[in-house]
């Protein structure tokens, strides 16, 4: 078999999305941004003012999509906007850093809160951390369409929990309207308002990071030119009702005057909600949660490296696909291999944090890259809503976001900058090559579509 099966549809693409982006971020942040600005309606501002970013980017990202609907997501769209050697140092810093890093961090918080649960500690959440994330992999190894059905079992399952935190929230009585007034003044002890709204948009964005990934599956997707669209314009818009209403929830169970920190943010309302066994319960919401987060993941970010193969600007076996399943299973271990090595080390958070800024900055420079491919063809069966204002609106926010993350550690973010950077003579003297680049759409493309 030499090329990825379309298998998935417009549900299962959605709900990769939503499971990919809602992690253990809804369960933390709120508590964060609630206490610096101090206010529900700025709150409120912040989750849409994000999720109107987020949705901007996804339109984007769908025309993108829609014009190269391969597998490799941000590489592909990097390479036919700027050329292989941009492409290729964004691959290989997903390769090496992101991509591991963040599942190792997502795997060792997810044993974190099982370890909290069953009462375990030191090795064995290594272990646990570790054994989910080869179980994994072996799932995504075992199928796509395997993959897509647990994935849309644990979305179900994680918007079901909030859900019921929501609806006993009401029913129970278990909060206090009141929580919500002052709706606009802050309250006292607030940060002062402009420096709260900043922080609070940082942290915002990090809740919504990830739905640029999926598009990494366009070359599973069924008629990829308008499921890819739909399901990420459907999944943000889908998150940011989520973050609205659990954020809501968490205010009405706990004042804010009685915010600390997100952890303890988490513990009241539990408490307030199922009593003693408040913290194991919201455990287990996370732990599926993450599972959904850390799934998506190990489906979405190996084909990259695929692409890269195929591209011959990494080994060229990582193309082969897997004879029985017809997934890239080399590109699969090796991220789960990686990412494993990462957690048996425990040196994974100080390396991620010195990439963020990078990272934002190539996701900026993809949807940038959609300005020159519209000068070279207007030829696509999507186009981006709203263009050319949508793409101008992300790329403002993401341009104040880059000044805010360079401004909060200039130095972290000039070294991940100059570190990726070193990838530009290492290109050159091994793996610049011409490359025959097939017409977009055609590298995944199975004649005999199932779905």
């Known amino acids: 078999m030499s090329s990825l099966r379309r298998q998935l549809g417009l549900q ?36 849409l003012l994000m999720g109107l970013m987020a949705l901007s980017g996804a339109l984007c990202y769908g025309e993108l999509a829609a014009r190269a609907p391969e597998a490799g997501g941000g590489y592909v769209y990097l390479r036919e906007a700027y050329g292989p050697a941009v492409a290729c140092l964004y691959g290989w810093k997903c390769l090496l850093v992101m991509d591991p890093g963040i599942t190792a961090a997502l795997a060792v918080g997810l044993a974190s809160y099982v370890g909290y649960a069953l009462g375990l500690a030191g090795v064995s959440l290594k272990l646990i951390a570790i054994g989910t994330i080869l179980t994994l992999a072996a799932v995504n190894i075992a199928g796509v369409r395997l ?50 709204l900043a922080g609070a948009l940082v942290s915002a964005f990090f809740a919504f990071g990830g739905w640029w990934e999926i598009p990494k599956l366009a070359g599973e997707a069924n008629d990829p030119a308008r499921t890819l669209p739909r399901a990420l314009a459907l999944g943000v818009a889908i998150v940011t009702a989520i973050y609205i209403l659990t954020s809501a929830v968490f205010l009405y169970l706990v004042p804010l005057e009685r915010v600390t ?31 959904g987060s850390l799934l998506a993941l190990l489906m979405a970010l190996p084909r990259v490296y695929y692409a890269m193969a195929r591209d011959g600007v990494f080994f060229h076996a990582v193309a082969q696909l897997h004879p029985r399943f017809g997934t890239p299973a080399r590109a699969i271990a090796i991220q789960a291999a990686l990412a494993s090595m990462l957690v048996a080390l425990g040196t994974f958070n100080q390396i991620i944090s010195y990439f963020i800024f990078v990272t ?82 055609t590298h995944d493309v199975d004649k005999d579509r199932t779905g």
């Open 12 to 47: 299962a693409v959605t709900a990769l999305v939503v499971g990919e982006v809602i992690a253990i971020g809804i369960f933390l942040t709120p508590a964060g941004m609630a206490h610096s600005v101090g206010s529900p309606f700025w709150l409120l501002v912040v989750w």
């Open 147 to 196: 993959s897509a059905r647990l994935m849309q079992g644990l979305t179900v399952l994680k918007i079901g929990s909030l859900a019921l935190i929501a609806v006993l929230a009401l029913v129970l009585g278990a909060g206090q309207w009141s929580n919500f007034v002052p709706f606009v003044a802050q309250h006292p002890g607030s940060e002062p308002l402009l420096g709260a």
């Open 261 to 291: 920190s997100g952890e303890t943010f988490a513990a009241q309302a539990g408490e307030l909600l199922f009593g003693p066994a408040g913290g194991r319960v919201f455990a287990t919401i996370v732990i599926i949660a993450v599972l």
């Open 360 to 441: 934002v900055l190539f996701v900026g420079l993809t949807v940038a890259g959609l300005f020159r491919l519209r000068r070279r063809s207007s030829v696509t069966g999507y186009r981006t809503w709203g263009y050319p204002v949508t793409p101008i609106v992300f790329l403002v926010l993401v341009a104040v976001l880059l000044v805010l993350l360079a401004g909060h550690n200039p130095l972290q973010a000039a070294l991940g900058a100059g570190i990726v950077a070193l990838g530009v003579p290492v290109y050159f003297l091994f793996f610049r090559r011409p490359i025959t680049l097939e017409p977009a759409g």
